[in-house]
């Protein structure tokens, strides 16, 4: 600057100099001013001294500052405050006059508010600016404190206006939050409600949260948790020790404390921490945590934020009363309904059991008025007569000694029917009807009653048929388990009901499986549903078993269990498929020997035959038609036994000897070979028989013995005893000394149109001996067959002593 | 010249018939070898089908009665014997019998019984339903079983005639004449 360097050299300016009075020592006063000082070359802006004050306030040395700019002393503004000036050149600063506010910068890069007043003077040629700074500081502080206070008074009168329009307490909780984070000036923050389970433990539930999000994985949760909060029921940790604190807790030095483990992986650094009980008439309801006051939570902010801690204390208690208010109405309200609307009679009594209230379902029930019914005694409102009100005093016994009563109540319905009350009777502790009052819950279950009685009967029939069919029944529930079994199963079966009720439908089938041999699938049928399958028992004996199983279901449809009916059916298979077989054979037998018949004597009328041919062919007509007339009769004799069953038998006492000697009479040719051993003892004793067809018997035996003994060997006749069947029975035994028969021919010796010769060669028609067992039969006797090839047959028919008989039967009488 | 191979009667002892055999014989067993002994046993026979064989060039036709009754089996000789043209007559009396004799020349017409003891005409006709190569033979069923009682036995094959006894001796001719005519178309 030109007017600067019209200053003097030496800086001595006469009129300047003038003022300087040498007494005063201006070095010591400029070093040990109270003020900060500070000198600086106009024109160059370097500083040329600083005093020890100035070095002070802005943390640097001396040394540091003389010489340098002093730009670099001056700070940009750090807060938008008009009351601060924009200028940081101290050259306009100087130039203009008074006072000006600014900032200086601090060695660690604080901003320091100051008060600057400069002066300027011309030394030796120089203008250099004096300024003395002052801190103002301190000032703006409590400038800084009233704005504050502000804010905070202006937070409690909001939210509390905000709680009384009703606004919702979710967007409530939100707005006391971020409250807290602007008055705080805290990075992150959360708050928290505690609450009870309905099991009595405590849990805390941050209700309100900022958002920390740091990953994907966080925004997500934060998303979906920060509308409806977050539930924490381990309080053992941190949260704990705040909500049983009744002030706050800090932690400065969170990155230090064992509590930042707590904070999930990846979540920001907390450098900071502050937890803020809130509480409402000495009960701790929730805390709000702050973190990350870059300056950290101090004795002061705590004091300062009390006022508002309180009000959210008292506005979060006031919400939770209000609530718990409205809770109590709805119950109220709902209990009302109930007992309006319930369709279970409730009545109220006292304890002497006189009606005080009831619902309307009471009063329909019972087919009355509520003004008839009121002030009335219970029993005598429920049906008229002893039983009902000795049923009533003992309920309200019960209820006075046991604190309740369960039971059944007999009912005189509005319909005039007897009813039945599945009744409750409770102890109503009511202001309105006093502490004497009973509840009497009444459940009308006439109909359930009634139902449960005739399917108790229905049960008891069902069971009845089930024990006493022969046919057997299995059960199968719905779980596929086996639940009934009737004793007819088990007998045909052979599987005891022990062994099977409850196993599964698999295990069943596998048992039964092991007793079939034959189970097959391609004799299943299905009529309306059922399904018939033929079993085939190898075990306990051959049993063909018929079984049909139908699946049943309720109305709906749905499966209520499996009813197999087993029904035996190998005596009625076996019948049938004898008699289609005898059939079939006698169709057989029978057209063969008519087809000679007919054939020769068509050939012989046809055509001229020589004699010998002639002879030939009319002794094949000859032959056959004997076959013809044996095979019609036999048929005949077996049928008519068959038919009638021996009824028109005429059964008497005879002498079996004559009998005997008369079979073998029958068969003697005087000019045979036969040779009949006939021993008999004189005194034989008498059979109750028919003599006619006991000759029939006896004479097929023998005629066997003939024909198979081949006209070789004598034919044995005689009688032995025997003690069987409870009684003697005399024996008349044939034996000859022919072909005799292999164990698989006596096997068969019985059945019809057997014959032990394939060859064709010894005529017969293959009954004989079927007839013989049919007679034999009758006469309550057996046959026995001893044979072997080549070795004679021995034929024995057993037949029961008349004398014992008779005896036996003397013997009952008395 | 057509024998029973080993393989037809294996074909056939596959085809059900030693199960039968065992079942209707109750104590008879039959076994590999012992039907190679009957072979042997039939080489007879089939010296005498050679010469039938003869005979057939001469357009005599075939018949095989399988038949178990004897007095039967002497009508069918005395009546077709009397046949005019002639035939030839083979006869069987059983079924097992009848199976051999067709392996060693299938008849023209073949007439069986049914119920016969060891292997009967059910069983021989279904092993020749199962086995081809028997020609086409004509089958006429003679006998006493009703219609029901087959159809419970089992049935007899496609194509078969069924007589019921007594033996239709005109119809069994007309059965022959109507072969032979055919016959003489073919050839002709």
Known sequence: MGAGRNLPEDGRDTAAVADVNPAVDYRQIFLGANDAILIADLESGLILDANSRLCGLLHRAREELIGAHHDAIFAASPRDDASFDRAVDILQVSRQPGVNKNFLLRADGQAVPVEISTSLSNQAERILATCIVREIAEHERAKAGLAASNALLNAIGTLQSRFIGSVPMNTLLKEILESFLSLTGSEYGFLGESFQTSDGMPYFKVQVMSDSVWSAVTRDFYARNAPIGLEFYNLDGIFGVILKSATPIVFNDFSAHAARHALPEGHPPISAFVGLPMTNAGETLGFIGLANRPQGYDAELLDFLKPLLAVCGSLIGANRASQWRQGAESELRRQAMVFNNISDAVILTDHEGIVLDCNPAAISMLGTSKKRLLGVPFDFALSPGDDTAHQVRTAIAAVDREGGWNGVLSVERGDGAQGVWDTNVLPLHDDAHGSSALVWFNHDITERRAAQMKLAKRTLELNAIADLSPDGFVFIDRNSRVTYVNPAFEQVIGLRGKLILGISREGFEKAMSELCEVMAAGTTQRIDGDETVLLQLGRPKFTLLKRTQRILCDESGVLEGTVQYYRDVTQETEVDRMKSDFLSTAAHELRTPMASVFGFSELLLRRKFDSDKQREFLEIIHRQAGQLVSLVNELLDLARIEA??????????????????????????????????????????????????????????????????????????????????????????????????????????????????????????????????????????????????????EITLWLPVAAALNAVGEKGER | MLGVSLRTIQLWVDGGLLEAWKTVGGHRRITIASVKRLQEER?????????????????????????????????????????????????????????????????????????????????????????????????????????????????????????????????????VDDLAARRRARTA
């Not at chain 1, 004598?714 to 005399?730: K, L, N, T």
């Not at chain 1, 028969?741 to 068969?748: C, G, L, Y």
């Not at chain 2, 080489?43 to 039967?72: H, I, N």
């Open chain 2, 43 to 175: 080489t007879v026979v089939r010296s005498t089908g050679e010469q039938r064989k003869g005979a057939r060039a001469e357009r005599k036709p075939v018949v095989l009665v399988v038949e178990d009754d004897a007095d039967l089996l002497t009508l069918y000789e005395a009546t077709l014997s009397l046949w005019e043209p002639p035939v030839t007559l083979l006869t069987a009396n059983n079924g097992f019998d009848g199976l051999l004799k067709i392996g060693e020349m299938p008849p023209d017409l073949l007439i069986t019984d049914l119920s016969m003891p060891g292997i009967d005409g059910f069983q021989m006709l279904r092993t020749l339903s199962v086995n081809q190569g028997v020609g086409h033979m004509r089958i006429a069923v003679v006998t006493g079983l009703d219609k029901a009682d087959i159809e419970l036995r089992g049935g007899i094959p496609d194509g078969v005639v069924l007589f019921r006894k007594p033996v239709p001796f005109d119809s069994l001719k007309s059965l």
């Open chain 1, 644 to 793: 009638r069953a021996g009824k028109d038998f005429k059964l008497s006492e005879y002498d079996l000897a004559p009998i005997i000697r008369h079979s073998v009479a029958e068969l003697y040719r005087p000019d045979g070979e036969l040779a009949f051993n006939v021993v008999i003892p004189e005194q034989l004793p008498r059979v109750l028989v028919d003599s006619d067809k006991l000759q029939l018997a006896i004479g097929n035996v023998l005629g066997n013995a003939v024909k198979y003994s081949m006209g070789k060997g004598v034919i044995d006749v005689g009688v032995i005893r025997r003690e069987a069947d409870g009684g003697p029975q005399i024996g008349v035994l044939v034996r000859d000394r022919g072909i005799g028969m292999a164990p698989e021919q006596i096997a068969r010796i019985f059945e019809r149109f057997y014959r032990a010769d394939a060859s064709g060669k010894i005529p017969g028609t293959g009954l004989g001996m079927s007839i013989v067992k049919e007679i034999i039969g009758i006469f309550k006797g057996t046959v026995d067959v001893r044979s072997a090839p080549g070795d004679g047959c």
